[in-house]
């Protein structure tokens, strides 16, 4: 017996944090949580759209059951509302607005009628409340002792295609929600940004000769041009300190993948296959991972940049055309399907580094443009099905995934 | 009950307030290099008619533009397939003729599954192939730049096999 309680106390052990595992919790297990508006500003309408962005934000967290129903109380009653007796969690806020326009919300966490958490929240304008909402989430998140969900109080940028030869970029949150256009007119893609506080940024221009790669500057508005090259001029990855930049650049006609140092402005080539070598993405300090052709389709490998050597990272997969690395784990699209005359599948899978495991993470339509979050907690990627263009997030730990669909347009390619 | 002030969105309303201002600079800047850029469109069917020497030089290199021959490809391949050979000959001999003081812009196009890097490539591969073609049959390379639009720039946007086709494709542009 003691051997059996060994042997599973070690497989739960192994398999405890490898992410390429599926695990299946039961919802009926999660603590129960309500909420309790006591706002005494904005209409509503207003209140409404706060109320559902905090219930999307406690959901996403993925260890609540979330109660939909939106019930207001005052403040500072002693006790939650009869209909949340039965709650193990009651989440009270009170939204109010003052003269300069600037909103504030005050928030109390209860659980068997005493207050466990609060915290207040101040920002200059309402038309962020989301972020607010975001907040809030990362809040209570950090406070239940979860590992940190850093990414959620994050800015997204997109391209936007709006018709053929014709994109904008949009800073936007992970919902979707608050949509601001930094980039309108002419053809725009590929926006990454450029640094960690997310205050600046790159993307390819194709509204001059030759492809060009660009930086602005969100708090001066300062646009600059960092390189052109013929044929493809993208800035695929940056790395940790913004200070190293791997581009696809094709001067000759032909794809590779180079790196560029940010103070020097010296141009590294790095790949030298004659086919096509793209998307490379920074995986520790010494290697790259990047989509090559030269098995004769498109697959993942990996390069150390001192030595040279390229290595298959991917085993499963007809054609795998695009990934994000984060520790040991890989996620990357595959197609599964190879059909001319038919809807094409993309899906995205995940790999480990140290194991044979591979887990499948999306089940229909063209899913694509996979890209950790800094702390690896959860992927953002985009979802194209049946014409309709969706932000996906997938909180790997907690094998969910969430989708915001966007109002119009298609999504070219996004960053967070 | 301690008072934070929300730094992060704080700073997200700084930083976008701020760059709402700038935005119309970005705008316009790049808005007004793409309608430079945009090939002159004329109504060549009136045009036409007209003798050469009254057309100005971008109503001639609009008409020559029109009479080079798209090149087609198959579902993620990029070698020329037979039945297209005709249309590069064709075109290498408007190159190297009427269009030999223009320069030549080839659009590597995509058809719509995948708007990432590998299918800008993709489309990248396709016009190398066709200025490889073009060269072998005299073009001078010099003369031919390319571009990739990947999957950005449909001819055809319905979900049917025979638009998806179509937009497996390099176009030809003329420049001055």
């Known amino acids: ?416 | 009950m301690k008072s934070i002030v929300l730094a992060s969105a704080v700073a997200a309303l700084l930083v976008l307030s701020g760059c709402g201002d700038k935005d119309p600079q970005v705008d316009a800047n790049d808005g007004a290099v793409a309608e430079q850029a945009a090939p002159v469109k004329s109504a060549p069917s009136v045009k036409a008619p007209v003798a050469s020497n009254s057309e100005t030089a971008a109503e001639y290199m609009a008409r020559i533009e029109k009479e080079l021959k798209t090149i087609y490809f198959d579902f993620d391949k990029f070698s020329i397939k037979a039945d297209m050979q005709a249309n590069l000959s064709a075109d290498a001999s408007i190159a190297n003729s009427k269009a030999s003081k223009f320069l030549v812009k080839l659009e590597g196009n995509c058809d719509e599954w995948g708007s990432d890097e590998y299918n800008f490539a993709l489309g990248l591969k396709r016009a190398e192939t066709v200025k490889k073609a073009l060269v072998a049959e005299g073009v001078d390379a010099n003369r031919v730049s390319m571009v990739s639009f990947g999957e950005s720039s449909p001819a055809c946007t319905d979900k049917t096999k025979e638009c998806w086709a179509q937009n497996r494709r390099v176009d030809f542009k003329l420049l001055p």
């Not at chain 1, 994109?167 to 640094?195: A, C, I, M, R």
């Open chain 1, 1 to 416: 017996m003691k051997i059996i309680i060994s042997i599973l106390l070690i497989m739960i052990s192994i398999f405890a944090n490898d992410a390429t595992i599926d695990v299946i919790k039961k919802a009926d297990t999660l603590p129960s949580i309500a909420l309790e508006d006591a706002s005494v500003s904005y209409d509503s309408t207003f209140k409404v759209k706060f109320f559902k962005s905090l219930v999307a934000d406690l959901n996403v967290l993925s260890i609540f059951n979330v109660d939909r129903v939106q019930r207001n109380v005052n403040f500072d009653a002693s006790s939650v509302l009869v209909e949340n007796k039965d709650m193990n969690y009651v989440l009270r806020y009170k939204l109010s607005q003052d003269d300069s326009n600037s909103l504030s919300l005050e928030m109390k966490l209860i659980s068997k009628d005493n207050v466990v958490f609060n915290k207040n929240y101040k920002v200059n304008s309402s038309d962020i409340y989301m972020f607010v909402s975001h907040t809030i989430a990362y809040d209570i998140n950090n406070f239940m002792g979860e590992s940190p969900v850093e990414w959620i109080k994050r800015k997204v940028i997109f391209s936007r295609m709006i018709s053929p030869q014709r994109s904008e970029l949009v800073v936007t949150d992970y919902t979707l929600t608050y949509q601001h256009v930094v980039v309108k007119g002419g053809f725009n893609l590929f926006p990454k940004w450029s640094n960690k506080e997310q205050s600046a940024f790159y993307y390819t221009s194709l509204n001059e000769t030759k492809p060009t790669l660009k930086h602005i500057d969100l708090k001066t508005g300062k646009s600059k041009v960092i390189k052109s090259s013929d044929g493809m001029m993208i800035c695929s990855d940056v790395n940790e300190d913004g200070s190293k930049l791997l581009f696809t650049m094709a001067p000759n006609g032909q794809p590779d993948v180079f790196i560029y140092d940010v103070k020097t402005q010296n141009t590294k080539k790095l790949t030298n296959y004659g086919g096509i070598d793209v998307s490379g993405q920074f995986m520790g300090s010494d290697s790259i991972i990047f989509v090559s052709d030269r098995l004769g389709y498109p697959n993942i490998f990996s390069l150390n940049i001192n030595s040279g050597s390229v290595a298959q990272m991917v085993y499963y997969g007809k054609s795998n055309s695009a990934c994000s690395v984060h520790g040991k784990y890989v996620v990357y699209k595959a197609r599964e399907s190879s059909d001319s005359f038919s809807n094409n599948t993309f899906n995205l899978h995940l790999v480990s580094m140290e194991s044979d495991f591979i887990r499948r993470l999306t089940a229909v339509g063209v899913n694509e443009f996979p890209k950790f979050s800094i702390d690896g907690d959860a992927i953002i990627f985009v979802k194209n099905y049946q014409s309709q263009s969706s932000v996906g997030i997938i909180r790997l730990n907690h094998n969910k995934n969430y989708l915001f669909p966007l109002q119009f347009g298609k999504i070219q390619s996004i960053d967070w």
